[in-house]
């Protein structure tokens, strides 16, 4: 089981925060460090000092980290434009020696978007089709060819398709709850299908809707990597579990039952149950990015008992 270590700086994070997670999320072993594409808080944070841009993040983090995979749970379709973001994500790739991955959603937080000037188009889920159809189609058209879209939303007309990307392939990410669309997008453009903040049986249903949809559409189901995200908060004893869930305003009990709560024991029997649906990469979400002794715990007492 693959653990990642996924960050909300839009609650309240400056880049030097992130810096320091980053760094000792590479120290500590886990295998990546993601962040959310967010420009307003949500709930009772204040969210000082303010948003920080997830690419001009990872750009920086690419130049500051070695080892960890870097990218986006899930960058924000709406916020960037398909041909403009194809170049930025090359780019960090480059910068960081083929560790980026690239998370990419439709879009759904209408508040941010008024706040900062975003338009909040409601044809979301159709835009996100052709944007992953740019995206992916610009990274794969060979050196010296151009690339040509006429869709509904965008339209591109003798691109050079440039930069490319250090890898091969950039890893796309693609995640949700949806029944239908979601699945088929995952099936026909992804390389990780993410479902954030599911249950055990809820992670079975929506896996199975992506497996079907592979099958359907000619892939085979196991070519995708199959992940969760879900909001850890680890303690060597109640004590510290209750502790850590006041810090971010959560009840234990309600963690214990939608996230990754409790004891480290507890934790990877929990890990255990997620890892029987075909989940094989968690992505723990840590809200209390001041506390780096429970990432230490987490490396230590749950990573550990991992293999």
Avoid at 28 to 56: C, K
Avoid at 179 to 191: E, F, K, S
Avoid at 234 to 242: L, M, P
Wanted: include cysteine; glycine fraction near 12%.
């Amino acid at each position: 089981m693959d653990l990642r270590i996924f960050t909300e700086p839009q609650q309240g994070a400056s880049y030097d925060t992130l810096l320091t997670v980053a760094k000792a999320t590479e120290d500590l072993g886990f295998d990546a460090f993601f962040r959310s594409d967010h420009y307003l808080r949500m709930g009772s944070a204040d969210g000082l000092p303010g948003p920080t841009d997830a690419w001009i993040t990872l750009a920086g983090l690419a130049r500051e980290t070695r080892r960890i995979r870097l990218g986006t749970l899930m960058t924000a379709g709406t916020f960037r434009h398909p041909g403009v973001l194809a170049i930025q994500v090359a780019q960090v790739d480059r910068m960081s020696g083929g560790r980026i991955e690239l998370g990419l959603g439709a879009g759904w937080f209408e508040e941010e978007h008024r706040a900062y000037g975003i338009p909040f188009p409601k044809e979301r889920m159709g835009r996100l089709e052709e944007q992953l159809a740019i995206i992916t189609g610009l990274w794969g058209t060979g050196t010296g060819g151009t690339f040509d879209f006429d869709g509904t939303y965008y339209r591109l007309t003798d691109s050079p398709a440039l930069p490319k990307p250090a890898q091969a392939r950039v890893p796309v990410l693609i995640g949700g709850h949806g029944a239908v669309r979601t699945p088929r997008l995952a099936a026909r453009y992804a390389d990780e299908f993410n479902l954030p903040f599911a249950s055990i049986e809820d992670t079975v249903r929506q896996f199975g809707r992506v497996r079907e949809a592979a099958a359907r559409a000619g892939r085979a189901p196991d070519d995708l990597v199959y992940s969760n995200a879900l909001v850890v908060c680890v303690g060597k004893d109640d004590t510290e579990v209750a502790r850590r869930a006041a810090a971010i305003g959560r009840e234990v009990d309600e963690l214990r039952a939608n996230g990754l709560a409790g004891s480290p024991d507890e934790v990877v029997d929990r890990i255990g149950r997620y890892a029987e649906t075909g989940c094989s990469r968690i992505y723990l979400q840590v809200l209390d990015l001041d506390d780096l002794d429970h990432l230490e715990l987490i490396s230590s007492a749950v990573q550990s008992q991992l293999g």
